[in-house]
């Protein structure tokens, strides 16, 4: 079956959307397990994501370590700073407002950028993984190696979150914990400690989207803007649900490709960046809690 | 009667005290450079390290026939309105006769001052931005006089880029132009487009790229779609992310495709963040590389960066020369000024205009009158990324740029 | 033992709710606690269980000891590690989007022993209901299967002291019968309970030893059968005990004075 060239176009559209997207995704996860554990929405995620991926280059770039030694160590280091983070920063607040939480996240933000820039200066880094080629071609469609091992990792890694939480015994427990800490605490679970561990997994997430964000191109303090598509993919998602957070990834991923492929040539520059907050908007008026957000389980 | 005679006393103690200095009271002499230090084309804080460097040294060496040059040096962030507001600040708070020269580094900013610069304040300005549209045929001195670029335009690189092309392509190639959407980035569209369709180019795509991109891909599949194989790159240098970007993006997706880009894109920055991928590049520039040590100029520039200990900050000695060019040059002609009794803003500009000048070397010796306004040389490179090797315990991408043309000026010598 | 001797607790610094509570529940036996509503109760098992904290609820005053050891100011989760004293909330405390059997897991997380699985069995053979459940949803259990959870749920914290929060809240009479011949049996089999319960009757009928609170003081204990038959207890708080008719005046409660003693 030969395919005419607007199905190739669209089909290599689709493609690299649904690629990108399940990196969005993994974002979108990010932020969803903080917020369902701590009702906060972490607006520092674009930071997570630059601190987290500087972190892994500094085990593969700067020691050189092999891959895969570099990316778990890498992910340690990520995790064991946002846990940092949440102590120094956030269980100060336990048991305040939710609200309060979410405007701190915006002063760590700003620290975080700040420092950042402190450390590792203001210019980029170049961030070439060179992982085994991977690149799909078929006719003309080309989905190059660097996408591919994005959508891959990032799909594997949420596997593994899902994998964590619901068939681990401390994944029952963030999932009790996230549901009420009163009860959680009145069983003998630290809710404390489960709250640690959800900031430090949320990190390591974004820690792995973000080191596939900088292989795209380069590393540096800026990188973190990509962060903030994380919040189109949450609230068209929904969200406190772990798979609207995938769908919605895909989804926003899916609206940015086709927009930029097929809009933008008609003259509007950099609409893709802005279409998915149009598409929120669509989704808010229908379902105003996302797409799959707040199935509440009502007694009758 | 003894309070009164107290206060004149005073008084002319201190009238006596100022006497002996009021001798070297001299009229103070100031210029005001501006930079893009920061901001949306990366951090490029070599330039003013350059300029402070050798004014620096200039002063050290008795300034401008014996007499310190007073400088301000800003970053205006490469924001037009940031350039604009300083240089209305110092017009305003400095003196006619005592702010003489000055500076600024983007095309944007040019616009805006035309009136103030060139009618109200009759000062000369000196710019990094080499634009079509301002220094070239629709412009010049006759529109701008108190504009003077440092370099060939935008419109006459594209021009000797399309030029390779064609040979490069044997006529056959087909073009894409990737470009910021700035008034940089647009400047030299439709000359390019003009030369294109003289020589019998065909400009397949001609893509914005916002420098809020977090991706080129719809950029470079459409450029994919379009069958383009020669890709201009304008409007960016090459320190920020979203080069880094475009390039690996256009590497991975435009196999066969060479990559083109104009004077800020062709340094080692381009290496430093975009590793391989600029493997294969060729650009050009209006300035010798800051790795040719051949050069005088650039062997001069390395001299002070060791004297005043830049060496480890420096990542492109290109914008670490550029500023201290922009030194050199200010103490010149305020010299050729000043020996020729004219310390003011007039004297500056007829020194300017009539200045013939080797800039120390930069263009291989020869030397160039600025009576165009512009030092209309250019060269092309092309790049080649060798592995990477450590250096200073970090893997960075090694490469060089060699000159694949000779010094091309761009008045006289492009067709 | 666990003892309670004039505790005072306070809300957001300024509500007092404990006035000064001095209780003992002897171990191994069954210790009642019975009061209106707003009497403090709740509170005084927050404030046992260090359960206070979450609600922005400080001890001010006294001190809560199990055997020689004082828990005052004691994390909840240590609370359950070190002295094996759970606190089943009011209200049914099971997490509704978890699975029974997921609930069940997530209180045991705090144990790291292999005998939660063994556990889990015990759990489901007190309460057989439970099993044929395990894999649904906790929040589409009806209210009396919801409480055998929390129960069960306790019960995997390996307690010696249980503390029980208003447990018949809501339940059918034959379902509260149930649940009280289950905590008799936990009871006998060596747990020490301590009962708070708006259903005086039942609960001083399984009780060795009953306390009336009233505005955050103790004002009547004794053995739960001398409660049962206690004239203003039967009045306030079993519902019976009317010798005969009043008048409406008479019946004014607020005129009569209580007289406890």
């Known amino acids: 079956m030969r395919l005419n060239e607007e199905m190739t176009d669209l ?36 930071e997570f994501l630059v601190v987290g991926s500087f972190l892994f280059y500094i085990f593969f770039f700067d020691l050189h370590l092999p891959f895969l030694l570099a990316l778990p160590l890498g992910l340690l280091a990520a995790g064991a700073m946002g846990a940092i983070i949440e102590r120094l920063s956030i269980k100060p607040l336990l048991g305040r407002s939710a609200l309060s939480m979410t405007i701190i996240t915006l002063g760590l933000a700003s620290v975080l950028r700040s420092s950042v820039q402190l450390i590792f200066g203001a210019h980029s880094y170049s961030f070439s993984l060179e992982l085994p080629d991977t690149s799909l071609e078929f006719g003309s469609l080309l989905f190059p190696s660097e996408r591919v091992w994005a959508g891959l990792l990032s799909v594997v890694t949420f596997g593994f979150i899902l ?26 679970i630290d809710a404390r400690f489960i709250l640690l561990m959800v900031w430090a997994l949320s990190s390591m997430c974004i820690a792995v989207a973000g080191v596939m964000i900088s292989n795209f191109g380069a590393l540096s303090f800026l990188t973190g803007i990509a962060g903030l598509r994380a919040i189109p993919v949450v609230l068209i998602g929904g969200m ?56 509440r389980i009502e007694r009758v | 009667m003894k309070g009164r005679l107290f206060i004149i006393g005073i008084m002319l103690l201190g009238i006596v005290l100022i006497l002996p200095s009021a001798a070297s009271f001299a009229k103070p002499i100031k210029v005001l450079a501006q930079f893009p230090m920061s901001g949306p084309v990366g951090s490029l804080p070599e330039f003013g ?108 690189q594209m021009r000797v880029l399309l030029n390779w092309i ?140 060791d004297k005043y200990k830049r060496k480890d900050g420096i990542k492109d000695m290109f914008l670490y020369m550029e500023g201290l060019t922009y030194a050199l040059m200010f103490h010149e002609v305020l010299t050729r000024a000043d020996t020729a009794k004219e310390l003011t803003r007039e004297g500056v500009k007829k020194a300017l205009d009539n200045l013939v000048w080797d800039y120390h070397g930069v263009f291989g010796g020869r030397g160039f009158s600025y009576k165009s306004h512009t030092i209309p040389m250019v060269r092309t490179y092309r790049c080649k990324v060798e592995k990477e090797v450590e250096q200073a315990g970090k893997k960075v991408a090694v490469g060089t740029w060699t000159p694949i043309s000779p010094w091309i000026n761009t008045d006289i010598e492009l067709k | 033992m666990l003892s309670v001797e004039n505790l ?40 046992i269980s260090g359960m206070l904290d979450l609600y922005e609820g400080d001890i001010i005053e006294g001190d809560i000891t199990v055997g020689n050891s004082s828990i005052r100011g004691l994390d909840s989760t240590d609370i359950i590690k070190r002295y094996g004293l759970t606190y089943v909330m009011e209200d049914r405390p099971v997490f509704w989007y978890l699975t029974i059997e997921e609930n069940l897991a997530a209180a045991a997380y705090s144990r790291w022993d292999g005998a939660v699985k063994a556990d889990m069995e015990k759990v489901f053979r007190y309460f057989p209901v439970l099993r044929n459940l395990r894999n649904q949803k906790a929040g589409y259990t009806s209210g009396g299967e919801q409480q055998m959870l929390a129960i069960g749920m306790s019960l995997m914290t390996r307690p010696k002291i249980l503390l029980f929060d208003e447990p018949s809240l809501g339940l059918a009479p034959l379902v509260t019968e149930e649940l009280f011949r289950i905590i008799q049996q936990l009871n006998r089999e060596g747990l020490t309970v301590v009962l708070v319960e708006q259903n005086a009757h039942a609960a001083l009928s399984i009780g060795h030893h009953g306390y009336v609170l009233e505005n955050g003081r103790v004002v009547l204990d004794g053995p739960a059968v001398a409660l049962l038959d206690n004239e203003d207890v039967r009045e306030f708080y079993l519902g019976t005990g009317a010798k005969e008719r009043r008048s409406y005046q008479d019946a004014k409660r607020y005129k009569r004075r209580k007289r406890w003693l």
Not at chain 2, 123 to 147: A, N, R
Not at chain 2, 221 to 247: L, Q, W
């Open chain 3, 8 to 47: 005072r607790v306070v809300y957001h610094d300024v509500i007092s709710i404990l006035n000064g509570v001095s209780l003992k529940a002897a171990t191994g036996e069954i210790s009642v606690i019975i009061g209106a509503n707003g009497a403090g109760k709740t509170t005084l098992l927050r404030a």
């Open chain 1, 163 to 188: 994998f964590f939480l619901f068939r681990t015994r401390w994944g029952v427990a963030i999932r009790a914990t996230s549901e009420s800490q009163a009860k959680a605490m009145a069983f003998g």
């Open chain 2, 166 to 305: 064609k040979e490069d392509s044997k006529g056959k190639g087909k073009v894409a132009i990737v470009y910021s959407p700035t008034e940089w980035g647009r400047d030299p569209l439709e000359v390019t487009r003009a030369h294109a369709k003289k020589i019998g180019l065909q400009i397949v795509a001609e893509e914005e790229y916002a420098y809020t991109a977090t991706d080129a891909t719809s950029q470079v599949t459409n450029i994919r779609k379009a069958k383009g194989d020669y890709v201009i790159y304008h409007g960016y240098s090459a320190a920020p992310t979203h080069t880094a970007i475009f390039m690996k993006t256009a590497r991975q997706y435009l196999k066969k495709a060479t990559l083109l880009g104009t004077h800020y894109t062709t340094g080692p920055y381009m290496i430093l963040t975009c590793g391989k991928a600029a493997d294969g590049m060729v650009g050009v520039s209006c300035r010798p590389q800051g790795d040719d040590l051949t050069n005088p100029m650039v062997k001069m520039s390395h001299e002070f960066a």
């Open chain 2, 49 to 156: 390290w350059g300029f402070i460097d050798g004014m620096n040294y200039i002063n050290a060496k008795g300034g401008v026939n014996g007499q310190a040059i007073t400088y301000f040096v800003e970053d205006m962030r490469y924001s037009p309105t940031v350039e604009v507001a300083n240089f209305t600040r110092y017009a305003a708070a400095e003196k006619r006769d005592e702010f003489i020269l000055a500076s600024g580094y983007i095309t944007g900013g040019l616009k805006p001052l035309i009136d103030k610069v060139n009618k109200e304040e009759r000062i000369p300005w000196l710019d990094g931005s080499y634009s079509t549209e301002v220094f070239g045929p629709g412009g010049g001195p006759s529109k701008y006089p108190y504009y003077y670029s440092l370099g060939a335009t935008y419109g006459d």
């Open chain 1, 240 to 295: 406190d649900s772990i798979g609207g957070a995938l769908i919605g990834g895909l989804i926003v991923g899916l609206c940015e490709a086709l927009v930029g492929s097929y809009i933008e040539p008609l003259g509007l520059v950099g609409f893709k960046d802005v279409a998915p907050y149009l598409l929120l908007l669509i989704v808010l008026f229908i379902r105003p809690y996302g797409l799959f957000g707040t199935v």
């Open chain 1, 11 to 46: 089909i290599q559209t689709l493609g690299a959307g649904l690629l990108i997207g399940c990196v969005y995704g993994l974002l979108g996860l990010g932020i969803v397990i903080i917020f369902r554990a701590s009702e906060a929405f972490n607006f520092a995620i674009g």
